[in-house]
């Protein structure tokens, strides 16, 4: 083969990139699918777990809102509630989380680690404990509680700037004082009341009205198109400040308003279903390692909360025998040894948080 044949054989570097591209595109699509997958999967098996065959068809129907017998008044009115639930509050803490983690450019900086669910879990048990409300006044208490929490850890990390370092610090610390507070109202408080506060404390999927859904399903459909117009200024973001201002985006602008928006995402999940411990901590770490490169991965951090949620939730309803525990307790179990596992690595490295 002449010189000029081998040289013709080169594959031409557009031909490379491109190929990278399609091999990275089908790699996204297929993780894409898979979780999808997952997650229809496990909202049938809690739709028509336990069933008797017999009541299979009525089951099925009952996903619909038709069909007849105790099968379909079970999937339509106790279980798919909470299926549909889970869904909203997974993708809601997925994305937050992702969110948090992106633009503070901190493996910690998430909505339950930093203090800003348990805003939300405290400003609910004072609202039940000590002012007795309830209903869908208590959500607003709660996600007032996650703002406000918000504002405090923002405004308390300005240094000319936020970096992600100090407002992790500070959140965590703000979290120590929420637990205090929480702790406080819990042993000033009745043993029934305790009970019935435990939701904002753990974090529970429950029963939930349709109207709840309803209400929560709205500030979706507010606060995701949000998180698509935020997706260009994450990416600048993520070139440097500097490199940032010379594009014409002003970091810090830039970084308010995504951080405005992940909030809003865990408020929300929060003051419907409570601090559900360490979804939106481990989702997008999970779904970045199930791609070929690193990104922003939002859509994948979304499907594996909506999978996590959708787990823990059949854990706690299907796999613990009669003894059913809130479905925070679970996803505690799955994201306490990562946290650690996070912080080991992390020390090893020589890297601090």
């Known amino acids: 083969m002449s010189r000029v044949e081998q040289v013709a054989t080169i594959p031409a570097p557009t031909g490379v990139l491109r190929a990278a591209r399609n091999e990275t595109a089908g790699r996204v699509r297929t993780v894409t699918l898979v979780l999808i997958g997952l997650a229809v999967g496990l909202a049938l098996a809690t739709l028509v777990w336990d069933g008797h065959a017999s009541d299979l068809w009525n089951q099925f129907l009952g996903i619909f809102g038709a069909g007849n017998g105790e099968g379909a008044f079970t999937i339509t009115k106790l279980r798919l509630p ?5 869904v909203l509050v997974g993708v809601a803490f997925g994305l937050s989380g992702a969110l948090f983690q992106s633009v503070l450019r901190n493996p910690l900086a998430s909505p339950d680690i930093i203090g800003i669910s348990g805003g939300a879990s405290l400003a609910a048990a004072f609202g039940l404990l000590v002012l007795g409300v309830g209903g869908i006044v208590l959500s607003v208490f709660a996600f007032a509680g996650a703002i406000v929490v918000a504002a405090a ?7 000319d700037g936020v970096s992600g370092y100090r407002f992790v610090l500070i959140g965590v610390g703000i979290a120590f004082a ?10 000033r408080s009745e043993v029934n009341d305790v009970r019935s ?9 429950g029963t939930p009205p349709w109207r709840d859904i309803a209400v929560l399903a709205v500030g979706m459909l507010v606060l995701v198109p949000l ?4 997706v260009g200024r994450l990416r600048i973001l993520q070139l440097g400040d500097e490199t940032a201002g010379g594009l014409g985006v002003s970091p810090e602008r830039a970084r308010l308003a995504v951080l405005a928006v992940a909030v809003g995402l865990a408020a929300v999940a929060t003051a419907f279903a409570g601090p559900v411990a360490f979804v939106a901590f481990v989702s997008a770490p999970i779904a970045r390692r199930l791609l070929p490169t690193a990104g922003l991965a939002l859509v994948p951090s979304a499907l594996v909360g909506t999978v996590v949620v959708l787990a823990a939730e059949f854990t706690a309803q299907n796999v613990l025998g ?3 525990v809130p479905v925070g307790i679970v996803t505690g ?4 040894p990562y946290l650690l596992w996070l912080l080991a690595t992390s020390n090893r490295g020589g890297r601090g948080a």
């Open 227 to 230: 998180v698509g117009v935020s």
């Open 322 to 324: 009669a003894l059913e």
């Open 333 to 336: 179990i799955i994201g306490a």
């Open 178 to 187: 929420v637990n205090a507070g929480i702790g406080y109202l819990l042993t």
């Open 153 to 159: 850890i923002y405004l308390l990390a300005w240094r």
């Open 82 to 86: 909470r299926v549909v639930l889970s």
């Open 197 to 205: 506060a435990l939701v904002w404390m753990v974090g529970s999927i």
